[in-house]
């Protein structure tokens, strides 16, 4: 059973940067690409970055591309987002991903495994 714990969430203004991190356990994890999905109130979840696990490749969503940035610790079986100049439009809940696949599409579908989420709300 593969677990997700995402943590680094909470209330920040305008302009201002938080790092979510994304804890991973589990026998069988060995995923092929990790991602980071949002949803905020009455909308739906949607892709924000992605990374393979093991070549680093990364991808974003156009409305954090510049802003945001997806890493990971193999060893620690961690992948952070570091999001800076955030903008009120930024609050959602966050939502860490996990995909077999070697290099998973943006779709949600796509994502096996998920954590509980983690609140991020930026003020103006």
């Known amino acids: 059973q593969v677990q997700l714990v995402e943590s680094g969430g909470g209330l920040v203004q305008a302009g201002g940067s938080l790092r979510l991190s994304c804890a991973a356990s589990g026998r069988t994890f060995s995923p092929g690409t990790m991602g980071w999905f949002r949803q905020a109130p009455g909308k739906e979840r949607e892709f924000v970055a992605r990374?393979?696990?093991?070549?680093?490749?990364?991808g974003y969503a156009e409305s954090v591309k510049g802003r945001f940035t997806i890493s990971r610790d193999n060893a620690k079986s961690t992948v952070f987002l570091q999001m800076n100049s955030l903008k009120p439009e930024d609050t959602a809940v966050y939502y860490c991903?996990?995909?077999?696949?070697?290099?998973?599409?943006?779709?949600?579908?796509?994502?096996?495994?998920w954590g509980q989420g983690t609140q991020v709300t930026v003020s103006s």
């Open positions: 991903a996990a995909s077999r696949l070697t290099w998973a599409s943006t779709a949600a579908l796509s994502y096996h495994h």
């Open positions: 990374i393979t696990w093991y070549s680093s490749y990364t």
